[in-house]
Structure formats: C-alpha cells, structure tokens
C-alpha cells in the first residue's frame, strides 16, 4: 500500500469511495467542489494497481485545532490497517504544524476510539468548528458523534 497527498487527478475516486458511504448513511456527503477545495487536505492509499482505496483529511480549524474527516476506506480492504495507517499520518503531519487538539464527527466511534479518540458533548468543541455545518442538510439536528484526542494522549496507533 502507498499513502501519498490527494491530487487533482484522485477527485472523482474520492467521490465515489465517500458518495458510496454516504448513501448508506454512514457519512455525509461531500460534493465534487469541496474535495477541490479540499484536496490539499487530504492523504489517499493507493494499492498496488494504482487504485485509490483509502482517504482521509485534515481540516485545520482554528490555533491548535483540526479535524479528521472525509475518512473512507473501499468496503473490501476495511479493517486492513488502512484507515488507521492514514489517521497516524494525518496527526504527524498536525502535530508539526502544532496541533494540540484533533478532532471528529462521525458515526463510527468504534474506530475512533481504537485510535485513542474519546467522545465528548458536541457543545464542548468551539462555535469555529460549526462554521461549515450551515450549509449540511442535517443541520441544525446533527446526529454524528464528536470525539477528540490531544496531541499529549500517548500514541496507541
């Protein structure tokens, strides 16, 4: 497996590996614009034919603070490491940019938590993080889970 930056050319498999997710419900969905525009924040595997199996990104969101998101691994190499290999990438390249804090929503904890994630109350996390919510057709009755992790919980990935 390769992990590398997304570029341009990975946006339409990002698409389809989170639309595909998102229509089981299991994360929002993202339109082809905002992988554009988010596109440096993201870090794809690649296995071994060159396919795009996995992403993830890290959205910096205020000083000291980012969020893991747009987290998806294909259905058949779940539970392969994939996911977990692209958090602990994603968080070393926070810590040297000076996270203290990561973040996520979402709707599998259990993976999060794997991951030395813990849950805490939505209303904890600072009004920035709820900037981009205005425009996600859940809001304001958003059901995902947020979990948090600082930069000094000891590393158990």
């Given at each position: 497996?390769?992990?590398?930056?997304?570029?341009?050319?990975?946006?339409?498999?990002?698409?389809?590996?989170?639309?595909?997710?998102?229509?089981?419900?299991?994360?929002?969905?993202?339109?082809?614009?905002?992988?554009?525009?988010?596109?440096?924040?993201?870090?794809?595997?690649?296995?071994?034919?060159?396919?795009?199996?996995?992403?993830?990104?890290?959205?910096?969101?205020?000083?000291?603070?980012?969020?893991?998101r747009?987290?998806?691994?294909?259905?058949?190499?779940?539970r392969?490491?994939?996911?977990?290999?692209?958090?602990?990438?994603?968080?070393?390249?926070?810590?040297?940019?000076?996270?203290?804090?990561?973040?996520?929503?979402?709707?599998?904890?259990?993976?999060?938590k794997?991951?030395?994630?813990?849950?805490?109350?939505?209303?904890?996390?600072?009004?920035k993080?709820?900037?981009?919510?205005?425009?996600?057709?859940?809001?304001?009755?958003?059901?995902?889970?947020?979990?948090?992790?600082?930069?000094?919980?000891?590393?158990?990935?």
């Open positions: 497996m390769k992990y590398r930056k997304a570029v341009f050319a990975d946006v339409e498999s990002i698409f389809h590996l989170v639309n595909d997710y998102a229509a089981g419900g299991a994360m929002l969905a993202r339109s082809r614009n905002t992988l554009y525009e988010t596109l440096r924040d993201m870090i794809v595997a690649e296995d071994d034919a060159g396919k795009v199996v996995g992403v993830g990104g890290l959205h910096m969101m205020w000083d000291g603070l980012a969020e893991v747009t987290m998806a691994i294909a259905p058949e190499l779940a392969c490491g994939i996911g977990s290999e692209i958090v602990r990438r994603l968080m070393e390249e926070g810590r040297a940019l000076g996270v203290r804090q990561f973040f996520t929503l979402t709707y599998k904890p259990g993976f999060f794997t991951l030395g994630f813990h849950i805490v109350p939505k209303e904890t996390l600072p009004q993080v709820w900037k981009e919510c205005i425009d996600c057709p859940k809001f304001p009755n958003c059901d995902e889970i947020a979990m948090v992790r600082e930069t000094s919980d000891e590393m158990n990935l």
